[in-house]
């Protein structure tokens, strides 16, 4: 492979042009040879990711092949448009300027054999899955109809037309790589790259796919399930392996769902723990009456406030809080607990004051 002009310029896979733009500005800054901590090969690099990288075209052929090739090649369909005659590869910054990496690479290859062929992954995907508070306390499963690249129906992902089947490749006559004499400075360097017409396979078809111009994929409608477990975690990430953009045989990318739970009304969650506020009478407090209380899953839980209780404090109701997962795999739950905010009557009868005086004197 090449060199990865993403990770060059520290994006990711599908970075919009402007990200490009601004990862190139930062670092070209950060390593001008003009300037004090500067790199200049490291500006050469940056130089060429963002050649390649900001041209639509160029970088849509990096994608699919991890290599941009002059003359042809503009549909980023692997079957079609390559030249042979005259082509060359453009990444480099001429004779003057050889690529060392694809040099060594090219020797190292020479002893390790025959390339592999290369398949272009598919992108990650990443959404955002809001659930409400009852619903991470339960678990759920959550249907999610993801707009992304899906395998072509037609061709199966192939881009070809599987019954026609394949024929071997003119370009590097069904040996999958090609041979070149590359003159740099140092001398005759013998290069094998993986060839550009089959990428490797040796093969071509004879008939590519009409309907998803030969990429295998085309946009549609995926439909994911999201198994949320019980006590998922507000901004938690479920990764669903191979449920991303489509990409080249049998190389979906992932899918990511990160999980939001909105705010309750009721309950305030810390971890496993749930928090209320409850009204009561001055009286409840100092009867010490039953009060109760709905928990998370609708549970009516009966409490009576002990005896010398400080109100102030929240009381602790063992077990009624979100699920969480023990050491062993077993599940139990948090706690709940109560803040109080005691209601005082606004106007009193004369006998209730009469009692309250009795009260008073007692205290
Ligand atoms: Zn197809
Ligand atoms: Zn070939």
Sequence with gaps: MSKDYYKILGISRNASEEDVKKAYRKLAHQFHPDKAGG????????????????????????????QVFDGGATQGSPWSGFGGEGMHWNVNFGE????????????????????????????????????ILEEAFRGLKHKLNLQTF??????????YEKSHGLKGCAMCQGRGEIREQRRTFFGNFSQVRAC????????????????CGSKGKVSGMREVIINIAPGVEDGQIIKIVGMGEAGEGDSSGDLYAVIKIKTHPIFERKKSDLFATKDIRITEALL????????????????????????????????????KLGIFGNTSRGDFYIAFNVKVPKSISSKAKKILEDLDKEL
């Excluded at 899906?150 to 881009?159: H, Q, V, Y």
Aim: glycine fraction near 12%.
């Design 196 to 211: 550009p017409q089959c990428r490797g396979h040796g093969q071509v078809p004879n008939k590519p796919c009409n309907n």
């Design 288 to 323: 010490g009456k039953k009060i109760e209380i709905q928990g998370i899953d609708k549970e009516i839980i009966q409490i009576s406030i002990p005896s010398g209780f400080n109100l102030r404090e929240k009381l602790k109701i063992t077990g009624y809080g979100m699920p």
């Design 96 to 131: 003057d300027f050889p690529d060392f990496s694809d040099i060594f690479e090219g020797i190292f290859e020479q002893f390790g054999g025959r390339r592999r062929p290369t398949y272009t992954r598919g992108s990650d995907v990443e959404v955002v899955v809001q659930i």
């Design 150 to 159: 899906i395998i072509c129906k037609t061709c199966g992902g192939l881009g």
């Design 39 to 66: 790199n200049e090969s490291r500006f050469k690099e940056i130089n060429e990711a963002y050649q390649i990288l900001s041209h639509k075209e160029k970088r849509s052929q990096y994608d699919r092949f991890g």
